[in-house]
């Protein structure tokens, strides 16, 4: 009778000593760098960037970091190379089945969580910037999430998690352009610069306005009529009123200007011209009927999100 607290109080033994077997376990197993960088990886795939900013070592407070555009299909920590100091830096590769990328991200002994488990943390936060901007606009897309250039043609930072990828885009009525996609990485480009070019929607409105700009012209009864891109000078006598019309359509063409933020705009149109004169010398009366052809140039410009034409005056 007296053997049997020796036994139970060895079982409890065996048990607590198994249980700290665990625990060592567990926690050798947790707390290494190669599971501080799956973690990272984790949350930045499941775009959970509060934990991705806590993991990546970021000041608390600090502006956070854009996540990744897409869903990777890879993920996994494939070795470490021991740097010394006690430091480690471990390969890991992060993506999707077409990018996928590999990088290598140094760790070192961080303070030891509650004085005993062993932690760890980037050397370097894992963030990488960029320089975005659009040629000819000042707004673009980084995954969905429009920004804004301080002006048409600047760039502005850009700060994103490695290994994300950033899809670069630009969305406006006005103003297209092919998207890039970025995965960062230490191969990636330090500035993207995208090139724009007018959509349909600002093509037809400058159509619109420039046949408004002719109509107009058109309507005037005069040889000369002021401030349009055509006129006619007769010598001899007008009998009655010079009668104008628009034979063909504008085609209309917008380039790139070399100041951001302005197309140049150039139309060409086919005017017809009806009039009677009387020739001086002779008296004879004969009826003029013409086609001249109309140059019109202009740009555009991009203000507070519209595009305003502006017409130049015709060359003197």
């Avoid at 890991?92 to 996928?100: K, V």
């Avoid at 760890?120 to 673009?140: I, K, Y």
């Avoid at 400058?206 to 408004?212: F, G, I, N, R, S």
């Amino acid at each position: 009778m007296k053997r049997a607290p020796l036994v139970w109080g060895g079982a409890v033994a065996a048990v607590a000593a198994a249980g700290a077997g665990l625990l060592a376990l567990v926690i050798g197993a947790t707390a290494t760098p190669e599971a501080h960088v799956e973690r990272y990886l984790q949350a930045l795939a499941a775009d959970d960037l509060v934990t991705a900013s806590r993991l990546a070592g970021l000041p608390e407070g600090s502006p956070t970091p854009v996540g990744d555009a897409g869903e990777p299909a890879v993920l996994a920590v494939l070795g470490r190379i021991e740097r010394g100091d006690d430091r480690v830096a471990i390969i890991a590769e992060y993506g999707g089945p077409t990018d996928a990328a590999t990088v290598i991200l140094t760790l070192a002994p961080a303070e030891p969580l509650l004085g005993i488990i062993p932690q760890w943390s980037f050397t370097t936060p894992p963030v990488r910037s960029l320089e975005v901007g659009v040629d000819q606009h000042d707004e673009f897309l980084i995954n969905d999430e429009r920004l804004a250039a301080a002006a048409a043609g600047e760039t502005a930072r850009v700060t994103g998690f490695v290994p994300a990828r950033l899809e670069i885009g630009i969305a406006d009525p006005y103003v297209d352009g092919r998207s890039v996609s970025v995965r960062l990485t230490g191969a990636a480009p330090r500035v993207v610069v995208l090139e724009a070019e007018p959509t349909a929607r600002l093509e037809r409105g400058v159509l619109q306005e420039v046949e408004a700009f002719l109509a107009d012209c058109v309507e005037q009864e005069v040889l000369q009529p002021a401030g349009c891109p055509f006129g006619r000078a007769i010598d001899d006598r007008v009998l009655g009123l010079p009668q104008w019309e628009l034979v063909s359509d504008p085609v209309v063409s917008l380039t790139a200007s070399s100041t951001p933020g302005t197309w140049e705009v150039r139309a060409l149109a086919e005017v017809g011209l009806r009039v009677t004169v009387q020739r001086l010398f002779d008296g004879r009366i004969s009826d003029v009927d013409t086609t001249l052809t109309a140059t019109i140039t202009g740009e555009v410009v991009m203000r507070d999100g519209m595009p305003r034409l502006t017409i130049a005056p015709p060359r003197s």
